[in-house]
């Protein structure tokens, strides 16, 4: 089992900038995907990017395209979000989450484990 921490969630106008953090610990060595998912309240749980562990699979929805990047390291533990041109429909809780595969035809496949979120919200 992995633990994950999610920080830097918080307030921001349309068009801004922020950048999310994960810090997790535990069995890394049985990571085989990593990524980012979202939630906004009364929808469903959104998968946005994730990557394979050897980073040769990258997945990036359509709804992030080109405004977010995901930097995961698996040495140091880490995998941070960078999001740009955030947008009003952006608002959700952030999840950091490990994954049984990740694709870049299929995406997330098979959530294993996630951190408590962290929530960003994009408001004028």
């Known amino acids: 089992q992995v633990q994950l921490v999610e920080s830097g969630g918080g307030l921001v106008q349309p068009g801004g900038s922020l950048k999310l953090s994960c810090e997790f610990s535990?069995?890394?060595?049985?990571?085989?995907?990593i990524g980012w998912f979202r939630q906004a309240p009364g929808k469903e749980r959104e998968g946005i990017i994730c990557s394979s562990k050897n980073g040769n699979e990258t997945y990036v929805s359509a709804s992030v395209k080109g405004r977010f990047t995901m930097s995961a390291d698996l040495l140091k533990n880490t995998n941070d979000l960078e999001m740009n041109d955030l947008k009003i429909d952006d608002t959700a809780a952030y999840y950091c989450?490990?994954?049984?595969?990740?694709?870049?035809?299929?995406?997330?496949?098979?959530?294993?484990?996630w951190g408590p979120g962290t929530q960003v919200t994009v408001s004028s």
């Open positions: 989450t490990t994954l049984f595969s990740c694709t870049s035809r299929v995406g997330f496949m098979g959530y294993e484990d």
């Open positions: 535990g069995s890394v060595h049985e990571i085989h995907g």
